[in-house]
């Protein structure tokens, strides 16, 4: 009986194994296609990164170079347009190199130009359009967004996006300047309460900071005007 049990166990085995074998064969031609199709794909992620991308981030890097020093002499419109000796300007840079690091950051240079210039919906565009997650350039540029949209008259927006940025950089350089426009910004919607506890978030969480030194005059002002 245990030897007809051995018997039985190993036909199942063999019968098992033998269809196995029968669907190797059967799609042999697709399991391979399988698997060659993910080497394919994990060689052309490889390929795209080191051979197309990491060039392609060294030519932005040097087309950007010009326009960062006109952007530090506060020649915004030449920055952004480019000029008549082979600088292509923010705008062409963060086209032309889309999917680099430097295209993103030429996209927050060329907002912080418009908004130089006055042309908010312009700017507005740009600062939107970065991506980063840092906590010092992105808050920056949030905070500029921010005061692009109270230029715009979106002052809801403007008021969110200021909160957003001083949430995120969570510092006593960036956070309470962004706070105390965003308070600003509520008086003038007439918002004296919201007004009075985001100054307060000021006096509170940022004690050491500048603006924190003459903050009470601003809640004073506030708690008057809400009367």
Do not use: H, M, P, T
């Given at each position: 009986m245990a030897e007809q049990d051995k018997q039985e166990q190993k036909l199942n085995v063999e019968d098992a194994l033998s269809l196995s074998e029968a669907y190797l064969?059967?799609?042999?031609?697709?399991?391979?296609?399988?698997?060659?199709?993910?080497?394919?794909?994990?060689?052309?992620?490889?390929?795209?990164k080191y051979l197309y991308l990491a060039p392609r981030e060294e030519k932005a890097e040097t087309a950007i170079f010009k326009g960062e020093e006109y952007f530090g002499q506060d020649a915004y419109e030449t920055a952004l347009n480019g000029d008549s000796i082979g600088y292509k300007g923010f705008i062409k840079v963060a086209n032309e190199f889309s999917g680099t690091k430097t295209a993103n950051l030429a996209k927050a240079y060329a907002g912080i130009c418009y908004a130089q210039?006055?042309?908010?919906?312009?700017?507005?565009?740009?600062?939107?359009?970065?991506d980063g997650d840092d906590q010092m350039v992105s808050p920056a540029i949030l905070g500029a967004l921010g005061n692009c949209y109270a230029q715009l008259n979106q002052l809801d927006k403007a008021v969110s996006t200021l909160q957003d940025a001083a949430k995120k950089a969570d510092n006593n350089t960036l956070s309470p300047v962004y706070l105390l426009q965003a308070g600003l910004i509520m008086e003038q919607q007439g918002k004296y309460a919201d007004a009075i506890t985001t100054y307060t978030s000021i006096k509170d969480k940022y004690f050491n900071s500048y603006q924190a030194m003459d903050?009470?005059?601003?809640?004073?002002r506030a708690t008057a005007l809400k009367k």
């Open positions: 064969i059967k799609n042999k031609k697709g399991i391979i296609g399988g698997i060659v199709a993910v080497i394919i794909i994990i060689a052309a992620f490889f390929a795209y210039l006055g042309k908010y919906s312009e700017a507005q565009k740009y600062l939107s359009d970065f903050i009470d005059k601003y809640i004073e």
